[in-house]
């Protein structure tokens, strides 16, 4: 229907008309709509509210009519909406990069790494690499933690190994997984921004180039797909019109000009820069989704979305009724906020027993088990992609060495690793 050409020349309310007689009911009472970036989305019956929410598996609904009113702009798509890359919720920890665009990547890495850090300075990244790095490293590594959709790797993944001699100091994290930031675009747009400024338009032109040529490599996997799709889109006609931002004045214009380039139909891949709170929203999704095999699909998704801090019980606004439901129930036994706290204990927290003893067990979280490894490493990065955005989002930190339901569950792919590269 919405690939229909006749749906662009609808007006939104009649857009809403349709759409509200096509409002799904399961048995339980809720009332579902398929709508805006082809997403599912639920009725709160208490404030009236829709929020993005995956249906649930095996049940039967009817079709009711609903009043076209009561459905809010943000659910009606507009068309290019549903044409969005989707991508894959995977992190890099069991499931390896492949050796073909590994091996691309290395190519390409030593190349720019022969490069001068006179005539590309290091302008951004600094806290990742040694001063005498180039830019040029500095854009690869940056282009592979933007598109990253939950930048967390195996320790001994040959992607980030690679950059091993560039490093000013170890990557966080241990030996088995490395929790990685996910960065800005405003970082990538500052290194072709400041030799734009410096009157260096060829050495600015190079980065631009090593970035569309790092992302035309992450291409062939889904985990990278849909931002490197996106960068393309905002970098390459730079390449074609070589003085096309040379006008701009600083590192923010050349981000806005950059945003600006990219077709609607990308649009979802971007809002971790332009809607931090509808990517907040989009990852909880992805999240919910990753755990649709568990017996309690809301319980399991509250309860990795209990490692979150949330000291301004913001949270649970953000939240469909059903899992708002199974997170203030984890809330009320305490076992909440336990995880992004500002510190963090490896081997546990003290807690008294009946006994009055002291034991060191972990703090508690639900028992989630994946039924095969593509599963498990879906839950993980959805699981840590929903932390990122959830700091991006209210400035709480991502503890160095991961949430606690994540770090459960790092232990039961760590022996199915692909170690192909050691």
Known sequence: MVADPRWQGLSVPDRAHVLAARILVTPDGDRWLFGA????????????????????????????????AVLPDEVVPHGPDFHAEPGSTQAFIGPDVSEHLTEQLRVLLRASGRKSELDYPLTAFDEIFASDVPSTVAAIWGTIMWCAYAPAFDGNERLITVFGEYLRRSLPGDEWVR?????????????????LRAGRSRAALRLAAVMADTAQILLSDTRFRPRALALLTMVEPVLRRPGLDAGLADDEAVREAWLRRCPARLGRALFWETDPEAHFRHAVYDL???????????GATAAYLADLSDSKGRLPSLLDHRLRRAYEELDRAGLTGTSAGDSTEPDGFPVITQTGGVSMKPAPVLEVAPPDRGSAAAVLGAAYATGLAWGKLTGARVPERGL???????RRLIHERDDRHT
């Open 288 to 298: 919910a989704e990753a755990l649709r095999f568990a017996s309690d699909p809301a």
């Open 37 to 68: 970036h082809a997403r599912w989305h639920l009725h709160d019956p208490g404030d009236g509210r829709w929020h993005l929410a995956p249906p649930p598996r095996g049940t039967r609904p009817r079709q009711v009519r609903h009043t076209a």
């Open 179 to 195: 929790w990685l930031p996910q960065p800005p675009l405003l970082d990538l747009a500052r290194l072709v921004a400041e030799r």
């Open 404 to 410: 606690a339901g994540q770090t459960a569950l790092v």
